[in-house]
């Protein structure tokens, strides 16, 4: 028996059976809840819409090839494969083409390859930086942002090489 299933039904319970306990009036709250998610949405939609933009621009252009072949040494030198330099170029940008990507090293080098394992490990271990700062800088009011986005890209550097290195060593 699959006790899986079970999960989202009991946790649905236990949240009516809690509201009622504290007297809340749950309907009422998801309504609250439905109509604050249409007024973000409709905030943060042209946030989406230039990050995605620049994604497809930075692609398409050749930008993101040209980017790749002149920092292949650098990569190589921190023990990235230069076959993984798209893949940690564009992920702060996109995890949908970073997936597409990834996809291409399982089906070029094998999925259980010292290249996908880095990847798959790089891919676990960041984060789409722009487009996670697009939505929340979107909704905030701080001004003083000029140290998330370099200190979040370094990381997530830093994160690519240790990738690598662990891989490694297993």
Not at 16 to 27: D, P
Not at 137 to 143: L, M, R
Request: with cysteine.
């Amino acid at each position: 028996m699959n006790i899986g299933v079970f999960v989202v039904p009991v946790l649905l319970i236990i949240l009516l059976l809690y509201s009622k306990k504290k007297k809340i009036n749950s309907y009422k709250a998801f309504i609250d809840g439905a109509k604050s998610s249409l007024t973000l949405s409709k905030d943060i939609f042209p946030f989406l819409v230039a990050i995605f933009v620049a994604v497809n621009v930075f692609r398409e252009s050749g930008l993101l090839e040209y980017l790749t072949k002149i920092l292949s040494p650098m990569f190589l030198f921190f023990q990235i494969p230069q076959e993984l330099c798209e893949l940690v170029l564009i992920r702060p940008f996109s995890g949908s083409a970073s997936l597409a990507i990834l996809e291409n090293l399982y089906e070029t080098f094998g999925a259980d390859s010292y290249v996908a394992r880095c990847a798959s490990t790089i891919m676990g271990s960041s984060e789409t930086v722009f487009y996670v700062a697009t939505i929340y800088f979107s909704q905030t009011k701080a001004k003083r942002l000029m140290y998330a986005i370099p200190v979040s890209l370094l990381c997530t550097f830093v994160g690519a090489i240790l990738s690598c290195l662990v891989c490694k060593v297993m």
